[in-house]
């Protein structure tokens, strides 16, 4: 449901109902996942520190996962955003 409303730009609704429960989830990989959903609706919802705790989160979760190679995508993108990137 929570990446449905991702995917429908419900992006507030998203962070409300899954940021508060992410650790309560039972594997690392669901963890991962659920930071990645998280993280991607604080980006776009342009707030680009939370996005990147959310991201790195995901990332320390599972760093194997199925999307990390996204995860590690949003994250390039937020981190230029922010000018942390080194050309």
């Given at each position: 449901?929570?990446?449905?409303r991702n995917m429908a730009g419900q992006f507030?609704?998203?962070?409300?109902?899954?940021?508060?429960?992410?650790?309560?989830?039972?594997?690392?990989?669901?963890?991962?996942?659920?930071?990645?959903?998280?993280?991607?609706?604080?980006?776009?919802?342009?707030?680009?520190?939370?996005?990147?705790?959310?991201?790195?989160?995901?990332?320390?979760?599972?760093?194997?996962?199925?999307?990390?190679?996204?995860?590690?995508?949003?994250?390039?993108?937020?981190?230029?955003?922010?000018?942390?990137?080194?050309?």
């Amino acid at each position: 449901l929570n990446r449905a409303r991702n995917m429908a730009g419900q992006f507030d609704k998203v962070i409300t109902a899954l940021g508060p429960q992410v650790d309560r989830l039972p594997t690392n990989t669901l963890q991962a996942e659920a930071h990645f959903i998280v993280g991607s609706s604080y980006f776009f919802s342009s707030k680009s520190d939370e996005a990147q705790k959310q991201l790195e989160a995901s990332l320390n979760k599972d760093a194997k996962w199925a999307q990390a190679d996204e995860v590690m995508f949003l994250l390039a993108q937020v981190l230029a955003q922010r000018g942390k990137v080194q050309e």
